[in-house]
């Protein structure tokens, strides 16, 4: 047998359970094989307990592991890091819990959070710097890991319960769809329900729009006064949460 | 430079220890796995660059694959080599293994035929890695669970033929040999005698567990007495050479791995085990 072949049939036994792939190594290779089998399911299944934490925890051990064990069925691993094998989880969360949406919105956040926490690094915001900026030409540099999904439930309500170790609430679906927003600021990964408009001119800034053309969208909203203070709050909060890191 | 170094593997309960402290833990280096650190940014980045303001580092890889009949990841040894460009390891290490073939990555160290086509391919794989990561590396034993009774060469004389050719170093995974020579029924003295003592470069003890079939390398329990032996054999033949301790699971307060590495520490000298 050539190297590929034994290959493609350890991949055999380990993605499918194979049989005939199995036979091929020999009846004397069964328990060794047994062993690799249990050895590649127990890391992918301990990735996704690992990664969705909160999602275990509302759905309860028993019933998480079940779920791992069907989506390990049906999707092996393809990356050479295993925090990769989770980014694939919140669909098959979506396609099973169709009809309880907060568990795909719990299971985004766990690995928005996770993600953001080895996101890339931003520049050191330079608040000296600040002082110096023509805002009317000004790009700001959003933070690179910002990661946003629109939450039809009150998911995050739910996860920082979890979280804390308190009692979550109960299910409730919004009255209105909310934006949830995810990013690191220094070292620490944190989240938050975005303002109205907020989400929108994030996008926006991180498409390069200039400061002054995010102000000119408030305006165009809420008026002209109005629209001038809530950029100045909406610039000072986001420099604050280190959701800008400074500007181009 | 490493002949007589004795190192830990750092893992996330020891990181106050390892930053924390007034004075650094005594070691002569710490050890960790590449790919925790193989991430765009954030704190594991930044707990290695201040790890490395304080003692040398070794990594140590496990998807490297350079079993894989179809090739590395090119993607992989480049993301590899810009962490070696950063940290400046004094080691760079993976496993005589497969974990990836045609898209599929099984994050477990898959075993290889001991054949003149496996070992065809793995020299190839070595020599690109090398190539790329501009330093030679040095290539670990697994621990494994499936022989292969056809393949005509045995895992030494495998290791020997695959230093000599790519240039490689070895690490020699004593812990490692225990399982094998153990699940196969061949004699871990004979394995020691057939490695080519001037490429081992670090040595490798670690704990392992009894299963219902074979013994498996959990690193979840201390270095037991038989690998003691083997690893006092492995030291008469070898001569010093960096050693460190890998523990994985059930991971206890640092000092009982101190504990741990002074044993070997005594044995490096010639001394007994149990001596104070």
């Not at chain 1, 098959?92 to 690094?121: H, I, K, M, N, Q």
């Not at chain 2, 833990?25 to 954030?42: C, H, K, L, Q, R």
């Amino acid at each position: 047998m050539s190297l590929l072949a034994l290959q493609r049939d350890f991949r055999a036994w380990l993605a499918e359970e194979s049989h005939e792939a199995a036979a091929r190594f020999g009846d004397a290779a069964r328990p060794g094989l047994d062993i690799y089998l249990n050895n590649y399911r127990s890391q992918l299944v301990a990735c996704l307990s690992e990664t969705f934490e909160r999602v275990r925890q509302w759905l309860g051990e028993e019933r998480f592991l079940s779920i791992a064990a069907a989506h390990i069925d049906l999707t092996p691993p393809g990356a050479w890091t295993l925090d990769a094998y989770a980014q694939g989880f919140p669909d098959s969360l979506e396609r099973l819990f169709a009809d309880a949406p907060e568990v795909a919105e719990l299971g985004w956040l766990d690995l928005a959070l996770a993600e953001a926490f080895v996101g890339p690094d931003g520049p050191a915001l330079d608040a000296a710097a600040l002082g110096e900026v023509d805002w009317d030409d000004a790009v700001l540099r959003i933070a690179p890991t910002l990661a946003t999904r629109a939450f039809v439930t009150n998911a995050a309500a739910i996860w920082s319960a979890l979280s804390a170790g308190e009692m979550p609430p109960p299910v409730k679906h919004l009255a209105e769809t909310a934006t949830i927003l995810v990013w690191r600021k220094d070292l620490v990964s944190c989240f938050r329900t975005a303002e109205p408009h907020e989400a929108d001119l994030l996008a926006l800034a991180g498409d390069g729009a200039t400061f002054a053309a995010l102000c000119a969208q408030l305006i165009g909203r809420l008026g002209e006064e109005t629209g001038v203070s809530a950029a100045g709050a909406l610039l000072g909060r986001w420099l604050g949460e280190g959701l800008v890191v400074g500007t181009e | 430079m490493h002949g007589s170094s004795f190192g830990l593997g750092l893992r996330k309960p020891h990181y106050a220890d390892f930053l924390e402290g007034e004075s650094s833990v005594p070691v002569d280096f710490v050890e960790v796995i590449s790919e925790n650190f193989m991430v765009a940014g954030g704190k594991p980045r930044q707990i290695l660059r201040q790890v490395r303001e304080r003692h040398p580092v070794a990594l140590h890889g496990v998807s490297m694959s350079v079993g894989s009949a179809d090739g590395v990841d090119r993607d992989y040894l480049r993301r590899l080599r810009a962490l070696v460009d950063e940290i400046e390891p004094m080691i760079v290490s993976d496993h005589l293994c497969w974990t990836r073939i045609e898209g599929f990555n099984s994050h477990d160290l898959l075993p290889l035929p001991y054949t003149e086509e496996a070992l065809d391919i793995v020299c190839a794989n070595i020599a690109v890695a090398q190539d790329l990561l501009g330093r030679a590396m040095l290539i670990e034993n697994p621990s494994s669970y499936v022989a292969f009774d056809d393949a005509p060469m045995t895992e030494w004389e495998f290791l020997d033929a695959m230093s000599e050719r790519t240039g490689c170093g070895l690490l020699l995974d004593v812990n490692n040999i225990f399982v094998s020579a153990t699940n196969h029924g061949f004699d871990p003295h004979t394995y020691l005698a057939g490695i080519p003592a001037d490429r081992v470069r670090q040595i490798h003890l670690a704990g392992h567990s009894r299963g219902r079939t074979m013994l498996i390398d959990t690193h979840d329990k201390p270095v037991p007495p038989a690998v003691w032996a083997l690893y006092e054999a492995a030291i008469t033949r070898l001569g010093p050479v960096a050693t460190m301790i890998e523990r994985d699971d059930d991971i206890p307060p640092l000092a009982e791995l101190l504990d741990e590495l002074a044993i070997a520490r005594r044995l490096a000298r010639g001394e007994a085990r149990q001596a104070a």
